[in-house]
């Protein structure tokens, strides 16, 4: 039991901890401290939704049909090219970029909400690291043992996310100049940019 639990914690945290579109847009919205409780709460439950599908099961059928990968490939990849000369437009400015919430245009709670929706279902990798790479690991610990590592994948994800968005206020005070988010929002562009292209060209 221990045994799978932290097997799924190790492999869930060694998949998802990497510099990708959706931690990104996790990381803005902490140092940001902009609605950081539901970004969070999106990003954590849509990954044990879908760490929970994988290990039931519903690999299989998405593996049985490539199409529903392609489209969704596809749409990450507009989605992501939007979100990425977005962020290289913000950056020319610096009316919109603040470390404490208090000030600049912002981002609404509704918007924020999409966004990390559009981040993490649009992107096909999710599905091949949650639902299949982990559903199919998963299946090599047997029928009780899978359960403990979906749980411990799930632990991997909601740590992470938590540790991600609250505790980048920590370092908000290192970003309190306007200066220093034009070069985020630059990294930030840049990354989804290259994300996109990844997946055109994949």
């Known amino acids: 039991m221990l045994d799978s639990l932290f097997a799924g914690l190790v492999t869930g945290l060694s998949l998802i901890v990497a510099i990708g579109a959706q931690n990104a847009f996790v990381l803005r919205q902490g140092l940001a401290r902009e ?32 199409w529903a990968i392609d489209l969704i490939r596809w749409l990450g990849v507009a989605f992501l090219t939007w979100y990425g000369v977005s962020s290289l437009l913000r ?32 992107n096909p990798h999710v599905y091949l690291d949650t639902v299949l790479l982990l559903g199919s690991i998963a299946n090599h ?10 749980v411990g994948a799930c632990a991997g994800s909601t740590l992470w996310f938590c540790g991600l968005g609250f505790g980048a206020r920590r370092a908000s005070g290192l970003l309190s100049r306007p200066r220093a988010w034009q070069v985020l929002d630059v990294l930030i562009g840049v990354t989804m940019l290259a994300i996109a292209v990844s997946l055109a060209i994949g």
């Not at 539901?38 to 760490?51: G, N, Q, W, Y």
């Open 91 to 122: 950056a020319r400015g610096s009316e919109s970029l603040h470390a404490n919430g208090n000030g600049g245009a912002g981002t609404s709670r509704r918007g924020a909400a999409l966004r990390a929706l559009a981040l993490t279902w649009l």
């Open 35 to 66: 609605h950081v409780g539901p970004v969070v709460a999106i990003c954590t439950l849509s990954d044990v939704v879908l760490i929970t599908a994988g290990v039931a099961g519903i690999g299989t059928i998405v593996e049985r049909a490539p």
């Open 141 to 150: 610990e047997g029928s009780v043992g899978r359960w403990w590592f979906a």
